[in-house]
């Protein structure tokens, strides 16, 4: 069955330092999300991307969050310049269809540490 | 605008005893709603979904949920827990607009021997 997969599974790195997280989403899938945990705490909406662009960001994703498709199946979320505030269970997802009937696809997740 | 609302953060049943596991939503459109269970460091498996068809939804693993309009809710229920169900439930709302979804805070389950 498909599925979306994502690396790391865990990353543990210094304050200040810049932190890419990857995706495989779905392959036929035309849209993609990040969002964000934090432990012990709600599941946070980050962004949403369709066509090349972002679709919706929430007031989280700051400009130190970026996410960019650099090929036909990575989806990648970057942040600049992390903060103890980042440390974070981070899921991608993906779904087929602009209706929203269509579940969200998440993968495992990538767990941030930031010392 | 959306939101979800999962009215308990936390709920222990014994093994073998029904679990009901409770989420109100607000939509200004007709809302899809989902149930996901997230395993201890595992991450988000849909359970069920509804989406304008039947309103009580059949889920995996013995799970169901019920429309319920008039009430805005969406609770999910399963005649007798296992052990296995241990684990954090989430109540979702889909925005057909903008293919937004809305998480509630989730409920923790915690299954007695």
């Known amino acids: 069955e498909p599925e979306v997969t994502q690396t790391p599974s865990h990353q543990v790195t210094q304050m200040g330092q810049e932190v890419i997280l990857r995706c495989v989403p779905i392959s036929n899938h035309l849209y993609f999300y990040w969002y964000r945990q934090i432990l012990g705490q709600k599941v946070e909406f980050l962004v949403s991307?369709?066509?090349?662009?972002?679709?919706?960001k929430s007031e989280i994703f700051d400009d130190q969050f970026s996410v960019e498709r650099p090929d036909g199946s990575n989806f990648t979320l970057k942040i600049r310049s992390t903060k103890l505030e980042d440390s974070a269970m981070y899921f991608c997802?993906?779904?087929?269809?602009?209706?929203?009937?269509?579940?969200?696809?998440f993968g495992e997740g990538s767990r941030l540490t930031v010392l | 605008a959306q939101s979800v609302t999962q009215l308990d953060s936390h709920v222990s049943v014994s093994e073998g005893t029904p679990v009901l596991l409770r989420c109100n939503y607000s939509s200004s459109y007709s809302p899809s709603l989902f149930w996901y269970v997230q395993h201890p460091n595992k991450g988000l498996q849909l359970l069920l979904k509804y989406t304008s068809a039947a309103t009580l939804v059949k889920g995996i693993n013995g799970f169901e949920a019920e429309f319920k309009k008039s009430e805005t809710s969406f609770h999910l229920t399963k005649p007798s827990a296992h052990m296995s169900d241990a684990a954090e439930y989430f109540c979702v709302v889909s925005d057909h607009v903008f293919n937004k979804f809305y998480f509630g805070s989730g409920t923790k389950l915690n299954v007695k021997p």
């Open positions: 997802a993906s779904n087929t269809n602009r209706d929203s009937t269509g579940e969200l696809f």
């Open positions: 991307f369709y066509n090349n662009e972002i679709s919706e």
